[in-house]
């Protein structure tokens, strides 16, 4: 964090205020507190007025941990503390006896069940925050539940790492996951020599400022999949009906979506319809803190003629299909076949929709890949021929390198071009860390971070990921890298095309990334 800035924005009038939104006084009005921080956040992402569910699930929170006295024990350190929390919580409705003491209405059917893991986390935003106004010193608040991409961003800015993602059916280790979060950020809240609430502001303040918003539509990568969600009444009304250009929005997905993807929109009751066509703008997200593990966002949508529930069951093509045979239930996240979107655009056709509107699959020929089996094969077969066509000699990277770390050496694998040093490398204009398969989302952002990792010990301008589909490659954008925008992601196939194999030696040809 670039201390000076930092000065800089704490003694301005806008740093004085997000430190002080954080800062819970004593006698001071909670829930009143609480509303400001998530109206903020709610601001942040182009919303008016937060959900009355925010506050309600807040105060829930914190009046259930205090009525069952759920306080840390002599000794216990605030790891252990949540572990103990989460296993034990049971989130119902309380009230005030005569000496104003918080208790648990008997009787009542419990809002959250003990264990109930999955929907610990849908709240972890309300919770973490009930947790930082109970014990400041120990707990910090989680506010962009649903779209954890912006807190992953903040993180990458800040140079905090982001710890390993649990799996994604591990419920009980999507909220431990907190526990590791907290770490990495009181560590760097310590190593900054900062207050609780100036952390707060630095992270969902100071930091916003930091990253870049990328409103850039038009560039997105070629889709390969087809995915179904789905909408509400509200959202067709506030966000569906009429697309404005550009306007973005956080949907339930697959977790295997990729940017670029081609999202079909179906609109649940009243409407019960296929009503739009978007584009993924970003990969699906693991989110950890959310009832569903995966969001994306969905931007460029296209309103086509509405195609009822009632007509895919009378066609004879898509009454075959197991989600209409559902009646679209459990429609979030399910695949489209390229022969399913031909269909769906038949009946468009048959409406008199122009369907060339539309974007189309991309389907690269990849018989020649047929053979890859492994890492090695995707190095050898794959990134060192592109390579080679860019330039490149054996003699102008290195693999396996050793590279000081502490006190230790540790093995950067892969692909180091130029580097530089006596003893340890210090530096490197570029590096490439090849994988096998990143088609999930918890694969690619495990290789993303390690690879961002060597790139920050080797002071790198430019690095790249790689696997059996495609290449993609980041460059630094003042000291910063976005990974959710790369600055070139194509499949290999791609990279046949003239134009694109011009568009990739001009980022990493060996003669520009020599010159660095």
């Known amino acids: 964090m670039n201390k000076n800035i930092w000065n800089l924005y704490k003694s301005s009038a806008r740093g004085q205020k997000a430190i002080s939104l954080f800062l819970f006084k004593e006698n001071e009005d909670e829930v009143e507190k609480a509303r400001e921080i998530f109206q903020k956040t709610c601001e942040y992402f182009g919303g008016k007025e937060i959900e009355d569910y925010f506050l309600e699930n807040f105060c829930l929170a914190i009046s259930n941990i205090i009525a069952d006295k759920f306080e840390m024990k002599e000794n216990e350190d605030a790891a252990d503390y949540f572990v103990r929390l989460i296993d034990n919580l049971e989130i119902g409705f309380t009230d005030v006896d005569k000496d104003g003491l918080l208790f648990k209405i008997k009787d009542e059917i419990p809002i959250v069940k003990q264990k109930d893991y999955k929907t610990l986390c849908s709240i972890m935003s309300e919770i973490s925050l009930a947790l930082y106004v109970l014990f400041p010193d120990a707990f910090f608040p989680i506010l962009f539940r649903e779209q954890f991409d912006v807190l992953m961003k903040i993180l990458d800015v800040l140079e905090i790492p982001l710890p390993a993602l649990p799996a994604k059916t591990d419920k009980r280790g999507r909220l431990l996951f907190y526990n590791d979060l907290c770490n990495e950020i009181f560590k760097f809240k310590e190593e900054n020599s900062l207050t609780t609430e100036e952390t707060c502001a630095c992270i969902y303040d100071f930091a916003l400022m930091l990253v870049e918003d990328d409103k850039d539509t038009e560039n997105l990568p070629e889709p390969t999949n087809i995915w179904l969600t789905g909408g509400s009444k509200e959202d067709y ?165 050793s590279q000081k770390a502490g006190r230790k050496e540790k093995a950067i694998p892969d692909f180091v071009f130029f580097p530089k040093g006596e003893i340890h490398f210090q530096n490197a204009p570029m590096l490439i860390e090849a994988k096998f398969d990143m088609s999930s989302n918890i694969e690619r952002t495990k290789a993303y971070n390690q690879a961002l990792s060597y790139a920050r010990m080797m002071k790198s301008a430019i690095f790249g990921i790689c696997d059996k589909d495609r290449i993609v490659i980041y460059k630094s954008k003042n000291d910063y890298f976005d990974r959710f925008k790369p600055t070139f992601e194509k499949h290999w196939q791609s990279l046949n095309d003239a134009e694109t194999f011009s568009q990739l030696k001009k980022l990493i040809g060996k003669n520009i990334i020599k010159a660095i």
């Open 237 to 401: 009304e506030t966000f569906l009906k009429e697309p404005v250009a550009g306007n973005k929005s956080v949907w339930t997905c697959n977790e295997n979506t990729k940017r670029g993807d081609i999202i079909i929109m179906y609109v649940r009751t009243p409407y019960s319809c296929i009503q739009s066509i978007w584009r993924a703008d970003i990969d699906g997200v693991f989110t950890p803190f959310g009832y569903y593990n995966s969001r994306a966002r969905v931007t460029n949508g296209i309103v086509v003629p509405h195609i009822t529930l009632n007509e895919l069951k009378a066609d004879s093509y898509f009454s075959q299909l197991p989600i209409t045979r559902k009646n679209f239930q459990g429609v979030n996240g399910v695949q489209f076949s390229a022969k399913d979107y031909q269909e769906l655009q038949r009946l468009l056709t048959e409406k008199g929709f122009d369907v060339s509107t539309l974007p189309q699959l991309y389907s690269p020929d990849l018989k020649q890949f047929a053979d890859l089996k492994n890492e090695k094969d995707v190095e050898e077969k794959l990134l060192i021929p592109v390579l080679e066509k860019l330039g490149y000699t054996e003699n102008d990277w290195t693999r396996q390198l």
